[in-house]
């Protein structure tokens, strides 16, 4: 097993695309060392660690380079520990399209989530929601394909896209109270509503995703910093 002063994430309880590193670091079993960054005053380390977005999450191992990007993180782990869990598929094929669609979530779905909460106006955050709700058909589609009928979209147990989709469920949630609809409903998603009960549920993952009361905060939080666009 890992060491634990081998391994430190620099993170935010409320970033999902830490959470991300988090679930896959427990799937693998890999002791870590967890710094909380406050991204108001972000820290030296932080600022050094990764000078070109000044982002979370950053991993470093050891007294190698920091890695940063939760997808070139959660891969690099993936290599180092290819025995325990292995969350990409073995075939090229197959990997090359998982991460189509790990594409699809971070840049077009996910975004979609901070587009509502700038969007000024019942008309614009309708237009929204509609988009939204498309996407999550979409993924629905997507998860049928991979999953072959089994639990996860890595088959029979968590595998690649369960973890980058998973990571956003808290935030998902957060989003349907507070616009009043659903992303994932049983009539049009019911494999995805089904599938967020078992993640949600997962070892790897219920210990990490943050309560309410944290997404509160960060939401209030990205409120004052970035706030919503003028109507």
Same mark, same amino acid.
């Given at each position: $097993? ?5 391994? *430190? ?19 693998? &079993? ?9 991204? =108001?005053?972000? !820290?030296?380390?932080?600022?050094? &660690?990764? %000078? ?12 190698? %380079? ?9 891969? @690099? ?12 598929? &073995?075939?090229?094929?197959?990997? =090359?399209?998982?991460?189509?669609? =790990? ?9 979609? @989530?901070?587009? $509502?909460?700038?969007? %000024?106006?019942?008309?614009? *955050?309708? =237009? ?18 991979? &999953?072959?009928?089994?639990?996860y979209f890595g088959g029979d147990d968590v595998g690649y896209l369960d973890v980058v989709l998973g990571c956003f469920i808290a935030w998902t949630k957060f989003i349907e109270k507070n616009n009043e609809f659903k992303v994932f409903d049983e009539v049009r998603t019911p494999r995805l509503v089904e599938w967020v009960k078992r993640i949600? !549920?997962?070892?790897?993952? *219920? ?12 939401? $209030? $939080? ?10």
């Amino acid at each position: $097993m890992t060491k634990k002063s081998e391994i *430190k994430l620099l993170g935010t309880v409320a970033s999902p695309f830490v959470n991300r590193v988090q679930f896959v670091l427990n799937l693998k &079993s890999i002791e870590y060392e967890y710094i909380e960054e406050n991204l =108001a005053y972000k !820290s030296e380390l932080l600022l050094t &660690s990764n %000078p070109v977005h000044k982002k979370v999450p950053v991993l470093i191992h050891a007294n190698k %380079p920091p890695i940063c990007e939760s997808l070139i993180i959660i891969e @690099y782990l993936d290599e180092i520990k290819p025995d325990v869990h292995r969350i990409l598929p &073995s075939d090229p094929l197959e990997r =090359a399209d998982n991460r189509f669609w =790990a594409n699809y979530i971070d840049n077009k779905f996910f975004p979609l @989530y901070e587009e $509502m909460r700038v969007t %000024p106006g019942k008309e614009g *955050k309708d =237009a929204i929601k509609k988009g939204i709700i498309e996407g999550s058909v979409l993924l629905e589609e997507a998860f049928i394909k991979f &999953s072959r009928g089994k639990t996860y979209f890595g088959g029979d147990d968590v595998g690649y896209l369960d973890v980058v989709l998973g990571c956003f469920i808290a935030w998902t949630k957060f989003i349907e109270k507070n616009n009043e609809f659903k992303v994932f409903d049983e009539v049009r998603t019911p494999r995805l509503v089904e599938w967020v009960k078992r993640i949600w !549920s997962h070892e790897a993952v *219920k210990d990490v995703i943050p309560g309410n009361e944290v997404l509160v905060n960060f939401y $209030m $939080m990205l409120q004052k910093y970035r706030p919503p666009r003028a109507v």
